[in-house]
């Protein structure tokens, strides 16, 4: 199998996806964060040495994972995103084995995440690669936005909710947590001295 020109075939298909199906209000679920996922996928499988076809399942995984926001409601976007990756790439004769474990892996951002397989858990720690970077203030914002938009529901106590979920958040590999755990804890203790601010 040709990955390098496959890989290339889904990029573009996904872009296509997010410009023929805008859908209002996707601040932070969009091709931007998309692309982010990927990158970060692809440094922390470059990092564990996976082979050709692990590579290819994370990184068409990562590619596909929130297309399913495109197309369907939010709370099953990960079938719909599995649905769309496998009309795309049953087209380009792609394995039904690798299908399924690529479908494993959309399925494994799903939250609270479950990884069973070390690519499972990097795409998994790609998709929350951000809890551990100053990028966090900006998504935690764009994040709230989105969700307020589209639930029309306005949070009330959303840095306390926000707090709960990084303190209950775990990055799965090794890598990830040597990199990211103490950016993660600064954003535990900014989100603290938010919750201080709100309350005066």
């Not at 990029?11 to 209000?25: D, E, K, N, T, Y």
């Not at 076809?53 to 994370?58: G, H, L, P, R, Y």
Request: aromatic residues 10%; glycine residues 4%; hydrophobic residues 35%.
């Amino acid at each position: 199998m040709q990955y390098a020109s496959l890989r290339e075939e889904i990029a573009a298909h996904v872009i296509s996806l997010f410009r023929q199906h805008p859908v209002p209000g996707l601040l932070y679920h969009n091709l931007e964060h998309t692309c982010q996922v990927v990158r970060h996928s692809e440094e922390i499988a470059l990092h564990y040495h996976l082979t050709p076809d692990e590579q290819f399942i994370v990184i068409a995984a990562a590619w596909f994972h929130d297309t399913g926001h495109l197309i369907g409601d939010m709370k099953q976007h990960e079938e719909q995103g599995c649905v769309l990756m496998r009309r795309f790439l049953e087209e380009k004769q792609v394995p039904a084995y690798m299908l399924q474990k690529i479908a494993g892996c959309i399925m494994a951002t799903q939250y609270p995440p479950h990884p069973r397989s070390l690519p499972e858990e990097i795409i998994c720690d790609a998709d929350t690669y951000h809890f551990g970077t100053s990028y966090f203030k900006i998504t935690d914002e764009l994040v709230r936005q989105e969700l307020e938009i589209r639930l029309h529901f306005r949070f009330t106590s959303w840095h306390h909710d926000t707090l709960t979920l990084l303190q209950k958040h775990r990055f799965f590999t090794d890598y990830c947590r040597l990199l990211l755990e103490a950016g993660k804890q600064q954003n535990i203790e900014y989100l603290q001295k938010k919750i201080i601010t709100d309350q005066n």
